[in-house]
């Protein structure tokens, strides 16, 4: 019904950037909220940053003013905008949405299948 195709991860040094994306396409008659999570090698998934339709967005403490998060709702995609990488960022980053179904008017969750960030010189 819906996918969200994440983009733009890879290898970077210690303070290089990258800018993921994530388009979501499908069945949608809107998206509430959009947000980046990521899943450390041994370690549980966790929310980065998140954004409403509206624009509202929210970070995980540790990464406000490193990350930010954007978002074009014409194009129903999320950008994730990372400086000052570090090791400790390496992580698989996956997109999320909640999403109204446009046939069902039902409000279902979506994940991406996730894009690596590895950061190491």
């Known amino acids: ?22 388009a979501a396409s499908g069945s949608i008659f809107s998206i509430a909220i ?13 929310l980065v940053a998140s954004i409403t339709n509206g624009g509202g967005t929210s970070y995980a403490d540790s990464l ?4 930010t ?5 014409a194009k129903n ?3 994730l905008q990372m400086n000052s990488l570090k090791p400790e960022d390496t992580a698989v980053y996956y997109c999320y949405a909640d999403v109204l179904i446009s046939s069902t008017y039902s ?15």
């Open 64 to 67: 406000k003013g490193r990350f």
């Open 1 to 22: 019904q819906v996918q969200l195709v994440e983009s733009g991860g890879g290898l970077v040094q210690p303070g290089g950037s990258l800018r993921l994306s994530c």
């Open 107 to 121: 409000l279902r969750r979506f994940w991406g299948q996730g894009t690596l960030v590895t950061v190491s010189s």
């Open 77 to 79: 995609t999320i950008y």
């Open 69 to 73: 998060i954007s978002r074009d709702n």
């Open 34 to 46: 959009m947000a980046w999570y990521r899943q450390p090698p041994g370690t549980e998934r966790s």
